[in-house]
Nanobody
Framework: QVQLVESGGGLVQPGGSLRLSCAASRTILSINVMGWYRQVPGKQRELVATLTSGGSTDYADSVKGRFTISRGNVKNPVYLQMNSLKPADTAVYYC??????????????WGQGTQVTVSS
């Protein structure tokens, strides 16, 4: 399984911006789906944005028009640009990759998360 480490989180004021990155422990050449999820204490982890290998994107209604998911490279495969941040965006953000395996299946890979706090 691929080890993933998110970075770019931190404290930002409402209306500010952050860009999250996801670093992989090894070269990843075949990704089916990449995405970002977030979780607030006491709540279920929720989808923020996904990007398929075919280029299709899916965003949570709450972030449409403000967040943009993009493909990176083999070392940092996915980014999340977050603009016009709101206090409600405060959460731990997780990188997600569904990768193809050498035996022809898929594998779910998750990072440990990075904290994003939006507050004055």
């Amino acid at each position: 399984q691929v080890q993933l480490v998110e970075s770019g989180g931190g404290l930002v004021q409402p209306g500010g911006s952050l860009r999250l990155s996801c670093a992989a422990s090894r070269t990843i050449l075949s990704i089916n789906v990449m995405g970002w999820y977030r979780q607030v204490p006491g709540k279920q982890r929720e989808l923020v944005a996904t990007l398929t290998s075919g280029g299709s994107t899916d965003y949570a209604d709450s972030v449409k028009g403000r967040f943009t998911i993009s493909r990176g490279n083999v070392k940092n495969p996915v980014y999340l640009q977050m603009n016009s941040l709101k206090p409600a965006d405060t959460a731990v953000y997780y990188c997600y990759l569904k990768t193809w395996t050498v035996v022809g299946g898929t594998e779910d890979n998750w990072g440990q998360g990075t904290q994003v706090t939006v507050s004055s």
